[in-house]
Nanobody
């Protein structure tokens, strides 16, 4: 069964950090771009960041530039989202997804994880 599983979410204070992981099972991520998306209550899902299959090209939403870093380790079949200087407005369910090409539009993505909750609050 093809699966993506996110982990690393939780409750953090404003200004804090979290690292999310996205691990694939049942298939290799080697040839897939990975995207991170988030959805806050009452809002549409938005693209946060994406990375190409080789890890050499990345994109970020303006709202997270300079604070979030996407990376991947194909030997571990895992991608990461390092989130620093977190703000309350970063609170959302975060999803990872796999696609042929890196995009911040979710319609390009074929495989999705179940999501992990990130809550930024004092």
């Amino acid at each position: 069964q093809l699966q993506l599983v996110e982990s690393g979410g939780g409750l953090v204070q404003p200004g804090g950090s979290l690292r999310l992981s996205c691990t694939a099972s049942g298939f290799s991520l080697d040839y897939y771009a990975i995207g991170w998306f988030r959805q806050a209550p009452g809002k549409e899902r938005e693209g946060v960041s994406c990375i190409d299959s080789g890890g050499g090209s990345t994109m970020y939403a303006d709202s997270v530039k300079g604070r979030f870093t996407i990376s991947r380790d194909n030997t571990k079949n895992t991608a990461y989202l390092q989130m620093n200087s977190l703000k309350p407005e970063d609170t959302a369910v975060y999803y990872c997804a796999a696609a042929d090409d890196p995009e911040l539009d979710d319609y390009e993505y074929d495989y999705w994880g179940q999501g992990t909750q990130v809550t930024v609050s004092s």
